[in-house]
């Protein structure tokens, strides 16, 4: 058991710094003229495109995507759940860093940590996690995609209104 745990703990260890590379490589190579918010949300449209494809990959039956309820975690549902972990471990850092902080946004990020800590070590409700992760993660691209749509001062344009509307369309079927 020892040994998964520090394999388990390797792979957070080696997904924090992923997306942190991950942010360094856009904030400082490819968008050297962008926001830290900017680059930031680059960094979470990718954890979402990742955790849906994860989350997915996970179902055991797709015609009762919440079942088994309370049962222990698949290795699937790990990974889906290491991943975003690591995710949410190196957002919290980076909303520490983001002027003017946001405690809302800081508290969301630690409440998050700590739901996908207790799947993370002790393997247990996987699928409430991963489907939880699934449902949050669904409206976070169109989220991210309107203020990177902002900033690149894209406004007044079929694209946005579709990308408003679609958010909004995600946020009352999804949350």
Not at 73 to 95: G, K
Request: charged share 15%.
């Amino acid at each position: 058991m020892a040994t998964a745990i520090t394999g388990t703990t390797m792979e957070l260890a080696v997904g924090v710094a992923l997306w942190s590379s991950l942010f360094t490589a856009v904030r400082f190579i490819l968008f050297p003229s962008r926001s830290h918010d900017f680059s930031n949300r680059i960094v979470s449209l990718v954890h979402a495109f990742v955790a849906l494809a994860l989350c997915t990959l996970s179902l055991h039956d797709w015609r009762h995507p919440f079942q088994p309820l309370a049962s222990p975690a698949s290795p699937a549902q790990v990974r889906a759940i290491t991943v975003s972990l690591a995710y949410f471990i190196y957002d919290f850092f980076c909303c520490l860093l983001e002027v003017p902080f946001d405690a809302a946004t800081a508290l969301h990020h630690l409440v998050s940590i700590m739901g996908l800590c207790y799947g993370f070590l002790y393997k247990v409700s996987g699928t409430e996690l991963v489907g939880c992760l699934w449902l949050m993660e669904m409206s976070n691209p169109c989220m991210h995609a309107r203020e990177i749509l902002k900033e690149l001062g894209v406004k007044d344009r079929p694209l946005n209104l579709w990308n408003d509307a679609t958010l909004i369309c995600d946020h009352f079927h999804h949350r």
